[in-house]
C-alpha cells in the first residue's frame, strides 16, 4: 500500500470527492494542520488515516505526514488536498521511483482551462524553477505540490524547511545528492468550491511563497 500525504488546513468541501478517487493500492493520510472547518472529521469519514500538527506551515505538515507513512511499501506520495490534482495519476508518478527508473518524481502542471493558474502564481514558479535548474542542473519547470518518492531517502535528506520553502529545498537538496529527478506532466483542475490556495489563491500568499523559497535558496 502506497501512502499519499495531503497537507490540509481547512480543505473539508474538496475531501470528499478527493478520497474517494484514491487509486487502488493508494492510502489517504490527511495531516490536519491548525483547521478551523471539520477537516479532520471528514477525513475520518471518509476513510483516511489522519495525523494532527500543531507547528504551523506546509513543510511541517508534509514531513509529519512521511514520518507517519508505512515504510512496508518504500514510496510515499504527496499530493495538494485542494481538488486541484487527480488522484488517479499517482501512478505516473509512483510507478518511476519503485521501478527505479527515478529517485524522485515530480509535476508539471498542466492546467486543464484558462485562468486556473493565476497570472502572480505562474510568474513566481518559472522564476524560481530557473532558479533551480540553474543551481543543479535539474531540467525542471515547476515547484509542483505533487510528487513521489522513496520515503527513507527522504527522510535521510534531513531537510529543515517547515514552511512554503519545503518543496525548493527538497529539490536544491536532491540536486546536490545526484538524484534522478523526472518531470511528469499532470493536469492542473480548479480548486474545490469552497477552498482557497495558501499560495496562488492570492498575491500576497504567492508573495510569501516566494519569500520562504528565496530564504531558501540564500542558505
Given at each position: 500500500m502506497t501512502d499519499v500525504v495531503l497537507p490540509c488546513r481547512n480543505e473539508a468541501p474538496a475531501l470528499p470527492a478527493l478520497l474517494t478517487r484514491m487509486p487502488p493500492g493508494y492510502r489517504a493520510i490527511v495531516v490536519d494542520n491548525g483547521s478551523t472547518d471539520g477537516t479532520a472529521g471528514v477525513a475520518r469519514e471518509h476513510g483516511a488515516a489522519v495525523v494532527t500538527v500543531t507547528e504551523p506551515g506546509y513543510g511541517a505538515a508534509?514531513?509529519?505526514?512521511v514520518t507517519?507513512?508505512?515504510?512496508?511499501?518504500?514510496?510515499?506520495?504527496?499530493?495538494?488536498?485542494?481538488?486541484?490534482?487527480?488522484?488517479?495519476?499517482?501512478?505516473?508518478?509512483?510507478?518511476?521511483?519503485?521501478?527505479?527508473?527515478a529517485d524522485l518524481a515530480t509535476a508539471r502542471r498542466r492546467?486543464?482551462?484558462?485562468?486556473?493558474?493565476?497570472?502572480?502564481?505562474?510568474?513566481?514558479?518559472?522564476?524560481?524553477?530557473?532558479r533551480v535548474r540553474h543551481r543543479t542542473g535539474l531540467r525542471l519547470h515547476d515547484i509542483g505540490p505533487m510528487r513521489a518518492v522513496h520515503r527513507e531517502a527522504l527522510l535521510g535528506l534531513g531537510l529543515r524547511d517547515r514552511r512554503f520553502g519545503y518543496p525548493l529545498e527538497l529539490l536544491l537538496a536532491a540536486g546536490q545528492a545526484g538524484w534522478r529527478v523526472t518531470e511528469v506532466d499532470v493536469d492542473y483542475h480548479p480548486r474545490a468550491a469552497g477552498t482557497r490556495s495558501k499560495v496562488s489563491g492570492s498575491v500576497l500568499g504567492t508573495v510569501r511563497a516566494v519569500r520562504d523559497m528565496s530564504a531558501v535558496l540564500a542558505r
Open positions: 508534509v514531513h509529519a505526514g507517519a507513512a508505512d515504510p512496508a511499501d518504500g514510496v510515499v506520495c504527496v499530493m495538494d488536498a485542494d481538488g486541484s490534482f487527480d488522484p488517479g495519476q499517482l501512478p505516473l508518478l509512483a510507478d518511476p521511483v519503485r521501478s527505479g527508473r492546467p486543464v482551462a484558462r485562468g486556473v493558474w493565476p497570472l502572480h502564481a505562474r510568474a513566481g514558479n518559472v522564476v524560481l524553477a530557473r
